[in-house]
C-alpha cells in the first residue's frame, strides 16, 4: 500500500467551491481536491496539497445531467485511472456506485452501511441550530467490496463542528497501489456527490 491508516478526510462546508483535504496519521496532506463552481458539468482538480502548485488527477462527468453520470478519473498524462458511476433508482434510498477500472471492467462496488443513519444525518443538517450537532449523533459509513469477494476499504463520518470530517481504513492489507489510489479517489468524488444531494 502506498500510504498509512487511517487516513483522515475534511470537507470544508463554508468555502466558495467544495473543497476537501487528504492527510494521513503524521498529518501530512497527501490530497487536496477543489471542485471548480459553477460549473455545468462536474469538473474536479486533485493536487497534491492545498498550495495547487501540482495537480495529480482529474475527475470529469461524462454529462451534465448527473444522474447516472459516470465520472471518469485520469491523470495529467492522460490516462484513464478508470471510473465511479453512482446507481440510478436504487441510489435515491441507499448510497450505491460502481467502480471501473482503467479497462472498463468494474472492479467494486461502494455502498452505504446503513441507509436510516444517513436519513437522522440528513434530518438534523436541515434543522437551524440543531444541524450543528448532527455530525456529533449520526456517522454514515460506506464500504468498498470487490466484486470478486472480499471488503477493500470504509469510509466514515466522523464529530466534527463547521465541517465534514472522515475516517478511510483500509480493510485489506493486500491492497495494490492501483486499486487503492482508485478507491480513494473514488470516495472522494463519491462525497462531493452525496454531499450535493444532501
Do not use: C
Not at 19 to 43: M, T
Amino acid at each position: 500500500m502506498m500510504y498509512q491508516y487511517p487516513l483522515q478526510m475534511s470537507f470544508k462546508l463554508l468555502a466558495f467551491g467544495p473543497q476537501i483535504s487528504v492527510k494521513d496519521p503524521g498529518g501530512r496532506e497527501i490530497f487536496y481536491v477543489h471542485q471548480k463552481a459553477l460549473k455545468l458539468k462536474e469538473d474536479v482538480s486533485v493536487y497534491a496539497d492545498n498550495s495547487r502548485s501540482q495537480q495529480l488527477f482529474r475527475i470529469q462527468a461524462d454529462r451534465i445531467i448527473d444522474f447516472s453520470a459516470a465520472y471518469t478519473i485520469s491523470d495529467m498524462n492522460g490516462s484513464v485511472l478508470g471510473k465511479i458511476r453512482r446507481e440510478g433508482m436504487r441510489s435515491i434510498f441507499k448510497a450505491s456506485y460502481h467502480v471501473f477500472n482503467g479497462a472498463d471492467q468494474q472492479t467494486h462496488n461502494i455502498t452505504e452501511d446503513n441507509p436510516w443513519v444517513r436519513v437522522g444525518d440528513m434530518v438534523m443538517e436541515s434543522i437551524p441550530i440543531a444541524n450543528m450537532f448532527a455530525g456529533y449523533l449520526f456517522h454514515p459509513s460506506y464500504t468498498a467490496e470487490r466484486i470478486n469477494g472480499g471488503e477493500a476499504m470504509r469510509l466514515k463520518k466522523e464529530p466534527a463542528f463547521f465541517e465534514s470530517a472522515f475516517s478511510i481504513q483500509a480493510l485489506d492489507p493486500a491492497l495494490n497501489d492501483d486499486e487503492e489510489r482508485l478507491l480513494l479517489l473514488s470516495y472522494m468524488m463519491m462525497i462531493l456527490l452525496e454531499r450535493a444531494r444532501g
